[in-house]
């Protein structure tokens, strides 16, 4: 999309009755088929998706707080990608730091507990004719309940302690 066609799809969204997210599409539009005028042509393309899909509802304002007699509406795009590039930028990255921090814990506790037991193991099911595992191990039944343990009742708790063998209380 060239700056000619950009500035007539963007009139005639201004003149939408509601030119918010018409406008804010063909920003994103003119965002991501032209990256090397905002910089970001030396990111990657999922990276860059990731971006503008972040920015993508302030795309919605910048009409409404853009002032024509100060600026272009694509020197004043610039600037607000190049500036929110930088706070995605801080956001991801605090993301990131977490998200690698929560894997190294996880790694540490499955090394720590990799000698007890080996979830790796495949085994193959046993069914019967109606589809149905034909035994679980209590252990498989308790993960299963832990995984479900909002929707349990009562009556599925006094069952499981049954079957598992520990009491109610350990349960709750």
């Known amino acids: 999309m060239t700056e000619q066609d950009f500035y007539f799809v963007l009139s005639r969204a201004v003149l939408e009755p509601e030119p918010g997210e018409s406008a804010a599409k063909h920003i994103f539009g003119f965002v991501y088929t032209n990256p090397g005028r905002f910089n970001l042509h030396k990111l990657d393309e999922d990276t860059r998706s990731d971006f503008l899909l972040w920015l993508y509802p302030r795309f919605r304002k910048m009409l409404h ?14 600037t607000v990608v190049q500036w929110s590039y930088k706070s995605w930028v ?13 894997t190294r814990y996880s790694e540490q506790v499955y090394e720590e507990t990799k000698d007890e037991t ?21 252990k498989k039944i308790l993960i299963l309940a832990l995984k479900a343990g909002p929707f349990l009742s009562d ?9 598992t063998g520990y009491s109610e209380e350990q349960l709750f």
């Open 155 to 163: 009556h599925h708790i006094t069952r499981l302690s049954r079957i």
């Open 118 to 138: 080996d979830f790796t193991e495949e085994t193959e099911p046993e069914y019967t004719p109606s589809g149905m595992y034909k035994k679980l191990s209590p």
């Open 90 to 102: 801080r956001s991801h990255s605090i993301l990131v730091a977490c998200d690698h921090a929560v």
């Open 65 to 78: 707080r853009h002032d024509i007699s100060k600026s272009g509406i694509i020197s004043y795009i610039q």
